[in-house]
């Protein structure tokens, strides 16, 4: 028998678990010119509702001048060469039951 236990229950406000089932890129596929701009959105659905867009952006397969900001809009460098694909992804913040993140990835073709 436990008379005198005391039971420790650790709460992450920052980043509440929540059963992430997906997260959404928009645009998913497009087309844009070296030198311009292309706002992307995350949607981050969980079993019983869509949460806000809280996470990370990140690029893969892009040139260093190509950046994308905290809000998804994406500076396509000038010197991004046509036909080459950069991959948009959005991780969430809010985790998975078992802890893990999930995120979702759009594609941008330089034409």
Known sequence: MLANAVAFVYEDTDNPVKDVTSVVVSPNTVSA????????TAIVKTTSETIPQTGKWSLANNKTTTTIDANGLLTIGSDETVGSAITVKFTADHKETDGTQTSGTATLTIN
């Open 33 to 40: 010119k070296a030198g311009t701009t292309q706002q992307f």
